[in-house]
């Protein structure tokens, strides 16, 4: 039932809309009233006697074909609304005295009414046939919500109700109430539509159908043949022409005096447009099943075939031809009899074929008509009890309760219906039923499992044997590729991931049928390659397991073991297998990306305690020098480093600060390499500069150059400092009174590791007892507010000019600062820092 509320308004509005006009007209023939047996020609107005029932009280008066009624109960009568308000006020067995024109003579004749009922056979197979037929055409249109407007199960359903209509309300025999009037209006309605909808159904079933007149066409041909092939302007056309026919007869009629015959209410030249309609629908039948290409199709078309042609051939012999020629209605009650051929056929089609793809859906609908038919069944013994004591109670008197009690069986009818359609559902579709419940469970199961291998077994051995299916294959998203399972009926072992099939599977997101992929061989050779093997197999359709818009893999699924194709029911089932299946398969990933994380980080917390091992923790300065230094890495590890280094002069001390051009664990495997590379230089060297150039031919390669940023210091006795820089900012110098000055660049400041022949220069400073030298990374100015804004080179001077006077005091107050500016975002770069005082004297 979901189906019916997705439909378009205007065709949910025409199809109950009809379905209740018809079936105010089946239960008004019902109820009890007082009647005459007249049956009137179609001209209402005239009050003209068409026929009379046999055994009415019409027919007992003498009442015969060509009367006049011109009064009733001593009144005079000028329309049919009157005689019903006349007899409506009459009891059943009353005798009401007739006036009749008959012959040109007035004649009063005593008419005995009786209650109303069905007046022929007829109708009640008519009935029948149309509500069939509306039933096949609804569950036709209900399992193919999705379908275009124009789809073929859109005019399907269409045809279907215009048949209903026709025969329920066409067929009823006339009388003279309202009601009478608007039934017989609506059907007549429907016999100007029901050919256009017949030719147009047959001529976009199972898909449109074009026509070529020539090889070449040109000029007027070409252009006649595109309009019947490509403008929607056709169909326009051909259901404008029924009613401009009626019109123009109707018109020739009142305006020129034409002499119309008329055929069941209707003019005979629509009932001659109505055959040549059904005979070229017929043909473009014929024309589609010649052309059918798969086995399938050809019996679908057949079986179709066989029932339009046993419905409308009669149909076009008794109720067009014999007519036209004798001018007898006595054929047509044999004409409607092969219509319910058309339906059968149709319901047969799709129960054997699937025809219109809605096998599962019509099945289970044809189990819920009889259920239907049985609560109508039921209703109308219940009608005909509530008659029976509404009678006694006087209620049918009132005109309000015909129409109250049909309303109130309508709105009591589908809550019913709908209850029972659970048991039935279990009852008599055991296997769908327990499919799906498998399915749920199976769907539940792959949202809880995390193992690869698991999840290959739910999703390949478990549903084939839930859905009966002869293998199915699953694709798992390996690197750059899909990796097949190991139950592989001869599949490829791999596919490229960046192959045109998978980038359709990712797009389209649910299942599709393998012929809807075929075009994707033309694109590359492992799409192709892959779709004949699945081709080969005999593959009906791939399944994608998509989550969170990734392809995590997708299902090849084989054929049934019943070799029965696949319903949509259980492409909808297998659809909720991989929506599961692909959660199943983000679980796992992101389980085994987790561990993988916290393996990398257990392993990133050694690397880490391997690097800051090797820095070291204090630095132990001649006295009265102070040193104290922090390196803190953007990252777990980081590139950054700071270290003593040996020199000849055993009374000096050689510090260096250190910025490799890299962070994380690059930064810290090349900062190994650099401070090997300078302790290793700084053995031999007999100056600073001296040292920066065999470290630097150390570190410069051409296949894998490091570039290495440092500020190397030597401190001596007496406040005496040298100093070097290569790549690093300049050191800032704080005096004992304050002041902040920066050290002075040296003319050649480039990294280590950038040329491969340079020469840096070595500067000299004299500290006096209280000032304090500050060194730092270019990490420290870069550093990032939680806003963006760097920390900057004049916010920096003004943190160090109220930094304490003590070292260590001073690197923990920078530092601090820097944690605070920067907040809980991820470090722009590392940050070393490094301060010196001279402490003599004080």
Known sequence: MAGLFRLSHRLWVFGAGAFLVASLSVLDMFLPRPWDGVVLALDRELLLVKAVVPGTGGAEAGLRPGDRIVGVARSIVRSPGEVARLLAAQREGATVPYLVLREGSLVEVPVRLSARRLSTPLFVYAAFTGFFFFAV????????????????????????????????????????????????????????????????????????????????????????????????????????????????????????????????????????????????????????????????????????????????????????????????????????????????????????????DVRVVIRRSLLYTLTTATLTALYALALAAANALARHQGLVESRYFPLLFALMVVALFDPLRRRIQGPVDRFFFRDMVDARRAVEELSEALTREFSLPRLDQWLTGRLREIMKLSWVVLYRGEGRGFVTSAHNPGMPEVLPAGCALVGELRRLAQPVRLGQLEGLALLDQESASFLARARQLEAKLLAPLVASGELYGFLVVGPKLSEDELSREEEQLLRTVANQGAVGLENARFLREHTRQMELEKELEVARQVQFSLIPEQIQAPAPWRVAARCVPAYQVGGDFYDVLPTPQSSCQALVLGDVAGKSVAGAMLMVAAREALRSAALEAKSPAALLAAANARLYRRERRVTLAVTYLLLCPEGQVVYCLAGQPAPLLRRRDGSLVELPLPGMRLPLGALANAQWEELRLHLDPGDLLFLYSDGLPDARSRDGEPLGEQRLKELLAQAPREADGVVEHVIRFVSEFSGDGQAFDDVTVMAVTWKEGL
């Not at 048949?163 to 009037?181: I, K, T, W």
């Not at 020539?214 to 056309?237: C, K, M, Y």
């Not at 055929?263 to 629908?281: C, M, N, R």
């Open 137 to 356: 055409g609804l569950f036709v249109v209900v399992a193919r919500p999705e379908d275009a407007p124009a789809a073929p199960s859109r005019v399907f359903f269409i045809l279907s109700t215009l048949f209903m209509v026709f025969l329920v309300c066409r067929l009823r025999p006339a009388s003279y109430s309202f009601f009478d009037g608007l039934v017989l209006t609506t059907g007549t309605l429907s016999l100007l539509a029901l050919p256009a909808a017949f030719l147009h159904f047959f001529l976009v079933f199972p898909r449109r159908q074009e026509f070529s007149f020539t090889e070449a066409p040109t000029g007027f041909v070409r252009a006649v043949q595109d309009f019947i092939n490509t403008s929607p302007h056709l169909f326009t056309v051909l259901y404008a022409l029924p009613p401009a026919t009626y019109a123009v007869s109707s018109l020739g009629a009142r305006v020129f005096g034409w002499k119309l015959r008329f055929f069941a209410g209707a003019p005979v030249a629509s009932w001659v447009l109505l055959g040549d309609y059904l005979v070229l629908g017929v043909l473009a039948l014929l024309r589609s099943l010649l052309r059918a290409e798969e086995a399938r199709e050809r019996r679908q078309m057949a079986t179709v075939f066989a029932g339009t042609a046993i419905g409308v051939v009669p149909f076009i012999l008794l109720a067009v031809i014999l007519p036209a020629i004798s001018d007898t209605e006595q054929t047509l009650a044999l004409a409607v009899v092969s219509f319910v051929a058309i339906p059968v056929a149709f319901a047969y089609a799709i129960v054997r074929f699937q025809l219109l």
